[in-house]
C-alpha cells in the first residue's frame, strides 16, 4: 500500500508535469484539488484521463463518488487497490 | 340525465322558430340565446318565449340576451353556465339557421344516455349546398386538431352539434374566455379531449339553407381561427406526455413510464410522425408556424440573428445577406430545415442525396489504423451529416464509433431515441455539464479503441465554478467573442489528433468537411491560455470561412458577442 502510494503520487506529478513539485511534499491525505495539492478542474481530466490509460480505471458519472476518490492520495490509491482486486476476482 | 338545447342566435329570425319547435317537439327545453340581435329578430325571439306560457304541455323555452353582439362562443357559453345554474346535466348544442337535421336528436340522446360522461360530437354529412372553399378550410383544422390532440379522436370538431356532459365543461368555461367567436366549436372540443373527456361521433346530415345567414367572415375568423389553433398548439406540448401517454396506453402499455419521464424525446416522436403521415410538406407548414411564432416573440433570438448577419455582411463586404427581418426570418427557417433534415437522417431518407465529403482519405485512414481522434465541431448546418462520413466509408472498414458531447440534459433521453431509430448505433450523446474525471476516462477509452469525439467549438456551456469551461476571447466578425477553451483542454488531456469538423447544405447537397487541425494539442502547465491561442485562431478562421459561404447556417441564436455569465 506505502508503495502504490509513492507510486500514485510520482505518477501524479508526472502527468500534469508539475514542476518543483516531489512526492514528499504531497501530503497522504490532504486534498488534491483546491487548497491542498491546488489541482484545478483541467488537471483533474488529465488526471481522470491517465489513470483510466494506466490502471485502466472507469468511475460511472456519479459526482459523489469522484470526490471521494479525489479527496486524497490515499483514497485514490485505495480506490485503485480495490479496484484491482475487483479485476482479479472478476477474471478467476 | 336532464337535457336542454342552447341555440346561439344572432339575426337567424326567420330560421330559429321551426328549429325550435323542432326541440320542443322531441321533448326538448330549450334556452335562446340573443347575442345582440337587430330589432326585428330580438322581437322574433321574444315571441318565441312568450310562446311557453301559451303551450304548456311543451318543454319550456328561456330567452338570453347580451345587448351587443359577443360571438357565438360568447353567446354559447352564456347559454351553458344559465343551463348547468339551471340544473341540467347536459346541454345540446344547435345552430339557429337550421343547417342541422334534427332528425338526429334522437340518436344523439340515447348516445348521452348510455354515455353520460361523454361529448356527443356530430361527424358532418354535407349535401351539394356546400360551398366547397368551406369544405378545403376545415380539411386544415381537422388536421390541426389531430395535431393539437395527438390522436384522431375528433374527426370534425367545427360543427356547431353536439351534446356537452355540463359537469366537464363548466371548469373549462373560464379557459375559453378568449374563443370567443367561430374558434369556439374547435377550442372546446380540444379542451376537453385535453381533459380526457370521452368523445363520441355520430352522423349528422347539414346542409346550407338556401338564402341562410353565415356569419362566417373569412379573413377575421380565419385569423382567430390560426390563432387558436397556435394556443391550443402550445398547449399541446405542455400536455405532451399525457397525451401521448394516452394514446400508448390502449397500445403498448410498456411505453407509459418510458414517455412520462422522457416527454422530450415524445416531442420528437411525435414531429416524426407528422413527417411520417402528413410528409415534408405538413411537416415543413408545421415549422413555419411554429418559426414564425418564435420570429415573432423572441426578441432576444431574433436580435442575436440579427447582429450576427449585420456583422457578417460588414465582414464580407456585403457579399452575405443583408441584416434585415425578412433574412433574419429566412435564418430562422433554415434552422427549421435542419430539424427536418435530422428527422430525414434518422429515417435513413437522405441517403440519396449528394453528399460531399472534403478529407474523406483522412477519416479512411484514422479508420483503417483504428486511431481516435476529436472533432471540434460548430453549429453550423446539420451535425447529423456526421453519419455520412460513417456511410462514405467502404464496407470492409468499420466506422469508428462516435461520440459527441452536447450541452442538453436531453441527451440520455435523445439516446434511447437514437437507438430506437437507428439500431446499429455507431452514435452516442453525452452531457458536457456534467465533465467530471469519469468523463475524462470515459472519452480516453472511447479514443484508445479508435472512436471519434465531437464537441463544439463555439457554444460555452454553464457550468459554475469550472475552469474547464473558461472562455478565451478572440475577434470573430469584427468583435471580440467568447469561445470555449474546454475543446483544446480536452484535446490536450486525451492526447490524440484533433481536427475540424463542419457541415452545410447547399442548392440541395450536403457538404461536410474534416479538416486537420494539430496532431496532438500540448498546454504547458505555467502558460496554458496563450498556448491555446494559436489553435482557437485556426478554428475561427476556419469558421468564419463556413459562415461566408452559408450565411444563414450558423445557428447560435444568443447575444454571442456578450461575455457570457456565470453563475457563482
Given at each position: 500500500m506505502l508503495e502504490l502510494i509513492q507510486e500514485v503520487k510520482a505518477f501524479i506529478i508526472e502527468t500534469l508535469d508539475l514542476?518543483?513539485?516531489?512526492?514528499?511534499?504531497?501530503?497522504?491525505?490532504?486534498?488534491?484539488?483546491?487548497?491542498?495539492?491546488?489541482?484545478?478542474s483541467i488537471d483533474s481530466l488529465e488526471l481522470g484521463v491517465g489513470l483510466q490509460k494506466r490502471y485502466g480505471l472507469k468511475l460511472s458519472a456519479e459526482t459523489e463518488e469522484t470526490r471521494q476518490i479525489f479527496a486524497s492520495v490515499r483514497a485514490l490509491t485505495e480506490y485503485i487497490v480495490a479496484h484491482r482486486a475487483n479485476l482479479a476476482s472478476g477474471q478467476r | 340525465m336532464n337535457t336542454v338545447a342552447v341555440i346561439p342566435v344572432f339575426n337567424h329570425g326567420d330560421a330559429v322558430g321551426a328549429v325550435v319547435a323542432r326541440l320542443r317537439g322531441q321533448g326538448l327545453p330549450v334556452i335562446l340565446v340573443n347575442?345582440?340581435?337587430n330589432a326585428a329578430c330580438a322581437q322574433i325571439l321574444q315571441t318565441l318565449a312568450n310562446t311557453d306560457t301559451a303551450a304548456a304541455d311543451l318543454p319550456p323555452v328561456h330567452l338570453l340576451t347580451h345587448p351587443e353582439n359577443r360571438g357565438k362562443g360568447a353567446a354559447v357559453m352564456t347559454g351553458l353556465a344559465c343551463a348547468h345554474e339551471q340544473g341540467y346535466s347536459h346541454a345540446l348544442q344547435v345552430d339557429?339557421?337550421?343547417?342541422?337535421?334534427?332528425?338526429?336528436v334522437p340518436a344523439f340522446l340515447a348516445a348521452a344516455d348510455g354515455q353520460p360522461e361523454a361529448v356527443i360530437n356530430a361527424c358532418p354529412r354535407y349535401d351539394?349546398?356546400?360551398?366547397k372553399g368551406r369544405l378545403y378550410g376545415r380539411y386544415l383544422t381537422h388536421v390541426w386538431v389531430w395535431i393539437n390532440t395527438l390522436s384522431?379522436?375528433?374527426?370534425?370538431?367545427?360543427?356547431?352539434?353536439r351534446i356537452y356532459p355540463l359537469a366537464a365543461v363548466m371548469p373549462l368555461l373560464p379557459v375559453l374566455?378568449?374563443?370567443?367567436?367561430?374558434?369556439f366549436d374547435t377550442e372546446i372540443l380540444v379542451r376537453l379531449d385535453w381533459a380526457a373527456t370521452p368523445i363520441v361521433n355520430l352522423p349528422v346530415a347539414v346542409r346550407y339553407p338556401v338564402g341562410g345567414l353565415s356569419h362566417f367572415q373569412p379573413l377575421r375568423d380565419n385569423l382567430r381561427i390560426s390563432a387558436m389553433h397556435t394556443r391550443l398548439f402550445f398547449g399541446m406540448l405542455r400536455r405532451f406526455p399525457q397525451l401521448l401517454a394516452r394514446h400508448w396506453?390502449?397500445?403498448?402499455?410498456?411505453?407509459w413510464t418510458e414517455i412520462r419521464e422522457a416527454g422530450f424525446v415524445g416531442g420528437m416522436r411525435f414531429l416524426f410522425w407528422v413527417y411520417r403521415r402528413g410528409g415534408a410538406w405538413l411537416f415543413r407548414a408545421f415549422l413555419f408556424v411554429v418559426m414564425l411564432w418564435f420570429f415573432a416573440t423572441r426578441r432576444l433570438a431574433r436580435r442575436a440573428s440579427l447582429e450576427y448577419l449585420r456583422r457578417l455582411h460588414r465582414e464580407s463586404g456585403g457579399a452575405?445577406?443583408?441584416?434585415t427581418h425578412r433574412n433574419s426570418f429566412r435564418h430562422f427557417m433554415n434552422f427549421a430545415d435542419v430539424i427536418l433534415d435530422k428527422f430525414l437522417a434518422f429515417s435513413g431518407e437522405l441517403e440519396n442525396i449528394p453528399c460531399h465529403i472534403e478529407g474523406r482519405e483522412t477519416l479512411l485512414s484514422l479508420a483503417r489504423e483504428k486511431r481516435g481522434a476529436l472533432l471540434v465541431t460548430?453549429?453550423?448546418?446539420?451535425?447529423?451529416?456526421?453519419r455520412r462520413l460513417h456511410y462514405s466509408?467502404?464496407?470492409?472498414c468499420p466506422p469508428p464509433r462516435l461520440t459527441v458531447l452536447v450541452h442538453t440534459r436531453h441527451a440520455e433521453s435523445f439516446n434511447r431515441m437514437l437507438r430506437r431509430l437507428d439500431?446499429?448505433?455507431t452514435f452516442d450523446l453525452v452531457q458536457v455539464?456534467?465533465?467530471?474525471p469519469a468523463t475524462a476516462m470515459l472519452l480516453s477509452e472511447r479514443i484508445a479503441a479508435g472512436g471519434l469525439v465531437a464537441i463544439a467549438g463555439d457554444r460555452v456551456p454553464v457550468?459554475?465554478?469550472?475552469a474547464t469551461f473558461a472562455t478565451l476571447e478572440h475577434p470573430f466578425l469584427g468583435a471580440p467573442a467568447h469561445f470555449p477553451i474546454g475543446p483544446y483542454v480536452l484535446a490536450a488531456a486525451l492526447g490524440c489528433p484533433v481536427f475540424m469538423l463542419f457541415s452545410a447544405r447547399r442548392d440541395g447537397d450536403f457538404f461536410v468537411g474534416l479538416r486537420f487541425l494539430a496532431e496532438r494539442i500540448v498546454l504547458p502547465r505555467r502558460a496554458r491560455r496563450e498556448a491555446i491561442v494559436p489553435y482557437l485562431s485556426a478554428y475561427v478562421a476556419a469558421l468564419t470561412e463556413e459562415c461566408r459561404k452559408?450565411?444563414?447556417?450558423?445557428?447560435?441564436?444568443?447575444?454571442?458577442w456578450q461575455a457570457p455569465e456565470f453563475p457563482v
Open positions: 514542476e518543483d513539485v516531489m512526492p514528499a511534499d504531497i501530503d497522504d491525505d490532504a486534498p488534491l484539488f483546491g487548497d491542498g495539492l491546488g489541482l484545478d | 347575442d345582440g340581435c339557429a339557421d337550421g343547417q342541422h337535421d334534427l332528425d338526429a351539394d349546398s356546400v360551398p384522431l379522436r375528433i374527426p370534425d370538431s367545427m360543427c356547431g352539434f374566455a378568449s374563443a370567443s367567436r367561430m374558434d396506453q390502449g397500445k403498448e402499455k410498456t411505453h452575405t445577406p443583408a441584416p460548430a453549429h453550423l448546418g446539420n451535425l447529423e451529416l456526421c466509408l467502404p464496407s470492409d439500431p446499429s448505433h455539464t456534467s465533465f467530471t457550468a459554475p465554478g469550472n452559408n450565411p444563414l447556417q450558423w445557428f447560435n441564436f444568443f447575444p454571442f
